[in-house]
T-cell receptor, first 110, second 113 residues
């Protein structure tokens, strides 16, 4: 079974709207990361949030982490066509393995 | 600074053959990790090497192996290829542990026929 699972599996929104995707995991983690993958740039690191942090910002990205619920959310504000991609959460479990979720496919409509 | 490079980019092999994939990490990065990506299973961790030592291993059969050289370059080998090994194989490097920010290469697309 997957350690990290993103929700929803797919999301379509209008350009300019905000996009929110969630990640749930099963075991305790050291940190959680979000990555983006599109055909043009491959897999790119977006943001890392440590287990003792609750919120982190990077440009138009906001990540929250709730360790009591074992969940994280990624918010992309003012979406652009270039944000069309798959988004993955990756968790660093206690034995230092990196486990990726299956991703959320985000499509920004013009 | 040059990014992570992987060779070859595309590969077609026949069942039963073996294959070796290569990865050159970003200069100064000592950790190299390998992942298999398929539509059905998503991104799955294969193994991580740090300073020529395998530091961690995913749940893959022994047909999958790897090594890291003193210059941090890494190779991954798959023996006795099966149809199910068809996938995108991604290499990632990081300065320290793989749990830190990883930089991914473009991947090697392996097709087994």
């Amino acid at each position: 079974s997957q350690q990290g699972e993103e929700d929803p599996q797919a999301l379509s929104i209008q350009e300019g709207e905000n996009a929110t995707m969630n990640c749930s995991y099963k075991t305790s983690i050291n940190n959680l990361q979000w990555y983006r993958q599109n055909s043009g740039r491959g897999l790119v690191h977006l943001i890392l949030i440590r287990s003792n942090e609750r919120e982190k910002h990077s440009g138009r990205l906001r990540v929250t982490l709730d360790t009591s619920k074992k969940s994280s959310s990624l918010l992309i504000t003012a979406s652009r066509a270039a944000d069309t991609a798959s988004y993955f959460c990756a968790t660093d479990v206690r034995d230092d393995k990196i486990i990726f979720g299956k991703g959320t496919r985000l499509h920004i409509l013009p | 600074k040059a990014g992570v490079t992987q060779t070859p980019r595309y590969l077609i092999k026949t069942r039963g053959q073996q294959v070796t994939l290569s990865c050159s990490p970003i200069s100064g990065h000592r950790s190299v990790s390998w992942y298999q990506q398929t539509p059905g299973q998503g991104l799955q961790f294969l193994f991580e090497y740090f300073s020529e030592t395998q530091r961690n291993k995913g749940n893959f059969p022994g047909r999958f192996s790897g090594r890291q050289f003193s210059n941090s370059r890494s190779e991954m080998n798959v023996s006795t290829l099966e149809l199910g090994d068809s996938a995108l194989y991604l290499c990632a490097s990081s300065f320290g542990r793989a749990s830190y920010e990883q930089y991914f290469g473009p991947g090697t697309r392996l097709t087994v026929t």
